[in-house]
């Protein structure tokens, strides 16, 4: 029983030595928690929409007061016609828009049809589906206050732009096409080299001819190209087979692919140089780009609704600005100008990683 003690002493000593192993037994399911708890949500609030008020009378005035102390909603503009509402959604700064008829209130009060339209972004069907249902529940509220109770005299009229049929493919298309270049150019990257670090060969490389830069690029070229035929693989199945639509500029989506990917690709460099192991690069993959990729990005919950602190986290996750690029150009038939702030954030990210990289692989090689 000495020796066994003796030995297990041991081996918590060397767990405890052991930074990385800390960090999985107590970091990771700290983080998962944390994400998960706070990303994962299906509730909305806070959502940014625009108001057209035709009619400007004090009951209008009361419903969009219901609507900014609901918490569900912040009015950021007042529309002034119609030409307006497509341009607030064109440059993704609202996902919803109400149109208050004309003679809202004298049609409220006597017991005509007083009408409102709700118009949002079905680029993301789910978070259109919520915002509908709450709009369409506070205006409802708002009818029986007034003093209507049975039937309510305010008619509803919805309507989604860019996607119609409401169809959840429309968000998905984006969404997977970003986790498998993220996949492919980053965490196979990192393994890759990792792998060669691991077996010895990565210094054999670097004494060799060849210059360093060279051998990088040797290294990431084929999954540059690899992930290029994935992304046009994967827009070829969502034109043809799902009937996903490209509105846009294909020579744009290509150069924004590009971009994109390597960011990825700088990513994984960036690993690489911290990872000894492949066990260790693909701790750092998962953990790193994996989970902030499909729950900090938007693909599936909504960024408004998560605490600010994950909102900021979001902002420097290259995945969050290219999901957003691509529903642009497919759906929307966005041009650079409507995407220049996300093209020019990826940009800055993907510069920032390479002097990160560069600085990293230049301390390893001393």
């Not at 290294?219 to 799902?242: C, D, E, Q, R, W």
């Amino acid at each position: 029983m000495k020796t066994f003690r003796a030995f297990v002493k041991k081996e918590f000593m060397h767990i405890f030595r052991d930074k990385r192993t800390l960090f999985i037994l107590f970091g990771m399911p700290l983080a998962q928690i944390i994400l998960f708890g706070f990303a994962i949500t299906t509730e909305i609030n806070n959502a940014d929409i625009s108001v057209l008020d035709l009619s400007k009378d004090s009951y209008s005035q009361k419903f969009k007061d219901k609507i900014s102390a609901s918490g569900y909603f912040h009015i950021v503009k007042e529309l002034g016609s119609y030409d307006e509402i497509e341009s607030s959604f064109y440059t993704g700064k609202t996902k919803l828009a109400v149109v208050i008829g004309q003679n809202f209130g004298k049609d409220l009060i006597g017991n005509k049809n007083a009408d409102v339209q709700i118009i949002t972004d079905a680029s993301d069907p789910n978070t259109a589906n919520i915002l509908t249902g709450y709009i369409s529940a506070i205006i409802q509220d708002f009818a029986l206050e007034s003093g209507v109770l049975s039937p309510p005299n305010m008619v509803i009229k919805s309507q989604m732009l860019y996607n119609p049929e409401n169809k959840s493919v429309f968000m998905f298309v984006p969404g997977v096409m970003t986790i498998i270049l993220m996949l492919v150019s980053a965490m196979m990257t990192s393994i890759t080299i990792a792998r060669e670090k691991e077996l010895g060969t990565m210094e054999i490389l670097l004494v060799s001819p060849l210059k360093p830069y060279v051998i990088i690029i040797g290294k990431v070229l084929p999954y540059l190209l690899l992930s290029l035929i994935n992304a046009i693989t994967i827009v070829m199945l969502g034109m043809f087979v799902f009937g996903l639509p490209m509105n846009g500029s294909y020579p744009l989506l290509l150069a924004e692919v590009v971009l994109f990917i390597l960011s990825s690709l700088i990513l994984g460099l960036l690993i690489s140089t911290i990872a000894d192991s492949q066990q260790t690069a693909m701790l750092i993959s998962m953990m790193g780009l994996m989970l902030p990729t499909i729950l900090l990005s938007g693909f599936i919950f909504p960024i408004s609704s998560m605490p600010v602190i994950l909102q900021y986290v979001s902002d420097v996750i290259p995945a969050k600005w290219f999901i957003i690029i691509v529903k642009s150009i497919m759906l929307k038939g966005a041009g650079f100008n409507v995407i220049a702030e996300e093209t020019y954030v990826i940009v800055f990210i993907t510069v920032l990683l390479a002097v990160l990289t560069r600085k990293k692989f230049k301390i390893r090689l001393e």
